[in-house]
């Protein structure tokens, strides 16, 4: 069974610019979420999504969004990159929203210049 | 979500049982106990979880005391790959986002 993947490994951004950062989950499930790692803060999270809606986020500002495709697949967008944006993005998976453990990808590694 | 604390570091020899503690001393009746870990810039990886039993898979035991104010993960045999940070998490299962804390770094060595 293929894990969940992200897309791309690496992204190279300057300040200002917008960002789109893709996951697919495993199949057959239907929640997505998206957690940052930046350097020295940890793992916090970013954003819930399941069977294509927004169920909830954490707190950052709205200049980071994203959606849900009905494949479940998920983009997280970042616009008007900031220095601080700089982290490991990470998406999860689960089945049926939040009554399973989560699955989580390699991640995406965003660097702002 | 109840906070963990854990040490921030552990060694542990190869081949030598790995027991890492996790303190939740505010833990609620439907909190779960869940243990991840990463790998260096990895994703974190699912380990186990329990509610008040002992539990064990093919990766480890958890073993959670009877007033389920503190939790050990046990690896059995540590590997060098089992070189990690590890995250004890404490969950309600009606909620959706993980509470990552800092994790102990466990250093296995040869």
């Known amino acids: 069974e293929a894990g969940v993947t992200q897309s791309p490994t690496h992204l190279i951004k300057t300040r200002g610019q917008q960002a789109t950062l893709r996951c697919s989950p495993i199949?057959?499930?239907?929640?997505v979420y998206w957690y940052q790692q930046a350097l020295g803060l940890g793992l916090q999270f970013l954003l819930w999504y399941d069977e294509g809606e927004e169920r909830n986020r954490g707190n950052f500002p709205p200049r980071f969004s994203g959606r849900q495709f009905p494949n479940y697949s998920s983009e997280l967008n970042v616009n008007a990159l900031e220095l601080e944006d700089s982290a490991l993005y990470l998406c999860?998976?689960?089945?049926?929203?939040?009554?399973?453990?989560?699955?989580f990808g390699p991640g995406t590694r965003l660097t702002v210049l | 979500d109840a906070k963990t604390t854990q040490p921030p570091s552990m060694d542990c020899a190869e081949g030598r049982a790995a027991n890492l503690p996790c303190n939740h001393s505010t833990i609620s009746g439907n909190e779960y106990v869940y243990w991840y870990r990463q790998i260096h810039s990895q994703g974190p990886q699912y380990i186990i979880h329990?509610?008040?039993n002992n539990e064990t898979n093919e990766m480890a035991s958890l073993i959670i005391t009877e007033d389920r104010k503190s939790s050990t993960l046990i690896l059995p045999h540590a590997t060098l790959r089992d070189t990690a940070v590890y995250y004890c998490i404490v969950r309600a299962l009606n909620t959706d986002k993980l509470i990552f804390g800092t994790g102990t770094r466990l250093q296995v060595f040869p």
């Open positions: 199949s057959g499930h239907t929640s």
């Open positions: 329990g509610l008040k």
């Open positions: 999860a998976s689960s089945q049926n929203g939040v009554y399973n453990e989560q699955f």
